[in-house]
Structure formats: structure tokens, C-alpha cells
């Protein structure tokens, strides 16, 4: 009986020892007799007892690794605060394991003085606008070194750029001035604009007045013509209406009348006026010559007329 329990257990060792299960996204280093003898990849996998055995387990995952804050000078002499994450990477399980003793270490080490190799050539406002550029030299730099490591670096991001309490509070009062100067650039272009606006209304309305103007002085015009048109129109029509109607039987007599009572007319005005002296012909003869020489006036030019 104790023989069957010793040889179940010598059993079980061996099976433990012979069967390995390597989870997903994970790869295990096999060494035989201390030499390195393959990789386990995920799944079952078989070993011979007592001579191989697992020396390492690596995670394949990207692995995130918080870098220590350190203390950089920029190239203009300032003292920054920096710290930082880095992701990485197994990519080859062997070097992994025999490339560097500890290969985080190596990466974070060289994280450090890669950074501050970058931040050293930068002057301290470039650290803060060219943040993508100094990551991906960092990536760059870390990435040759590991390659012998079997690791892979994906990316590295700053997480904060501290300078001392007195740049910091410069930079405060430079960024209040230069917003203080924006201002008073913004104010002055506004009351640039209110005064181009101004003289732009002013010099339309201008010209729409005059435009006005000039418009109402065509219109008079064009009305008077018109006006003077007409009036002259009536008048050549009455002298015409008056010509036909001496022509006709009767008409001489009538222009005759038409004169006398004129002639009449004009002495009792005269008369009726005290400031003027009224001087009445002797021989009312020559009312009637005058009359008769108006009409002969009248007779001279019938023919024309006709």
C-alpha cells in the first residue's frame, strides 16, 4: 500500500512537472539543464521532468511604467520638474530574459537620461509648445537601446512640466501683459473700424444727396421745357384761331371793335388814376386814324398770313 502511494505521488510530480499551461498573451522562457531550450506559447505544453524547467514568465500586454519625476535644465539655463509615463512592450521573450538583467529598470533608466538629453537642447518656452516633438525623440531614443532587451517602446507622454514658483509667476505676469496687450489692440481696431464706418455712412449720404439733388434740378428743368413747351403751343394755336378768324366775313369789323374798346379801356384806366394828368386830343379824329392804322396793320398782314 505504501509502495502504491509513493509511486501516485511520484506520479503526480512527474505529471506536474511534464505539463505546463501558459495563459493568453503570455510567453514562458524553457531552459534544459541551465541552457535556453525555446519558448512556451500559450496553451498546453510539455516538459521533461527534472531536466527543463520554466526560468522566466513574461507578459506580452502593453505595459504602462510611471517614470520617476526628475529635475532637467533647458538650454537656457531653468530647472524644469518633469515626469512622465512610458508604454512598452515584450516583443522577444528571449532577450527579454537574457539580454538585461532587469529590463524595466533599463527602460526607465534610460527614459530619464533620454529625457533630459531632449529638454537640454530645448529653451524653456519651446518644452512647453513642442511637448509631441520631445515625446517622440524620447520613443525614438528609448526604442534603439531596447531593441537588444526584446522590448518594444510604444510611446512615451509627459505628464507635467513644473518650473520654479519664480518663472512660473514671470510667466503669469507675461501672459497678463500680452492679453492686456491684445486688448488694447482690439480696442483700437474697433474704434478704427467705428471711424472707417462713419466716414463710409457720411460720404454715401453725401452722394445721395446730391444724387437727390441733382435729380430734383433735372426734374424742374424737364418741367419748365415742358411748361414753356406748352404755353408756347396755346399761343401759336390762339394766334392761328385769331388769323382764321379775321379771314372770315365780319372780321375786320370785329378787330375794329376789339381795338376801340381797348383803346377806351386804356383812357378810362388812365383817367381813373389821380396821380396821372390826362391829356384828351382835341380832335377825336385821330382816335379813329389811330384805330384805322392798326387796321391796316392788321389787313397788311392778312395775306402773309394766308
Not at 525555446?38 to 510611471?66: C, Q, S, W
Not at 520617476?68 to 530574459?97: H, K
Request: glycine content about 6%.
Amino acid at each position: 500500500m505504501e509502495i502504491a502511494i509513493v509511486v501516485l505521488v511520484i506520479a503526480v510530480i512527474f505529471i506536474t512537472q511534464s505539463i505546463k499551461v501558459v495563459p493568453q498573451q503570455n510567453a514562458w522562457v524553457k531552459e534544459r539543464l541551465g541552457k535556453y531550450a525555446g519558448t512556451l506559447t500559450p496553451g498546453l505544453n510539455f516538459l521533461m521532468p527534472f531536466i527543463d524547467r520554466v526560468a522566466y514568465k513574461h507578459n506580452l500586454k502593453e505595459i504602462p511604467l510611471d517614470v520617476p519625476s526628475q529635475i532637467c535644465i533647458t538650454r537656457d539655463n531653468t530647472q524644469l520638474q518633469v515626469d512622465g509615463i512610458l508604454y512598452f512592450q515584450v516583443t522577444d521573450p528571449m532577450r527579454a530574459s537574457y539580454g538585461s538583467s532587469n529590463y524595466i529598470m533599463a527602460v526607465t533608466q534610460l527614459a530619464q537620461t533620454s529625457l533630459r538629453s531632449v529638454i537640454g537642447k530645448l529653451e524653456l518656452d519651446k518644452t512647453f509648445e513642442e511637448r509631441d516633438i520631445i515625446n517622440a525623440q524620447i520613443v525614438t531614443a528609448i526604442d534603439e537601446a531596447a531593441l537588444n532587451w526584446g522590448v518594444k517602446v510604444l510611446r512615451y507622454e509627459i505628464k507635467d512640466l513644473t518650473p520654479p514658483k519664480e518663472i512660473l509667476h514671470a510667466m503669469q505676469q507675461q501672459i497678463t501683459a500680452e492679453r492686456e496687450k491684445r486688448a488694447l489692440i482690439a480696442a483700437s481696431e474697433g474704434r478704427r473700424q467705428e471711424q472707417i464706418n462713419i466716414a463710409t455712412g457720411e460720404r454715401e449720404a453725401f452722394i445721395a444727396r446730391s444724387e437727390g439733388e441733382k435729380q430734383a434740378v433735372i426734374n424742374k428743368a424737364q418741367g419748365e421745357a415742358v411748361s414753356i413747351t406748352a404755353v408756347a403751343e396755346a399761343t401759336a394755336q390762339a394766334i392761328e384761331r385769331i388769323a382764321l378768324a379775321i379771314q372770315q366775313p365780319g372780321g375786320a369789323q370785329a378787330v375794329q371793335l376789339k381795338v376801340a374798346e381797348k383803346a377806351v379801356d386804356a383812357y378810362g384806366q388812365v383817367a381813373s388814376d389821380a396821380t396821372t394828368t390826362l391829356i384828351v386830343p382835341g380832335n377825336m379824329t385821330e382816335v379813329s386814324a389811330l384805330i384805322a392804322s392798326a387796321m391796316k396793320m392788321v389787313q397788311a398782314g392778312r395775306p402773309a398770313a394766308s
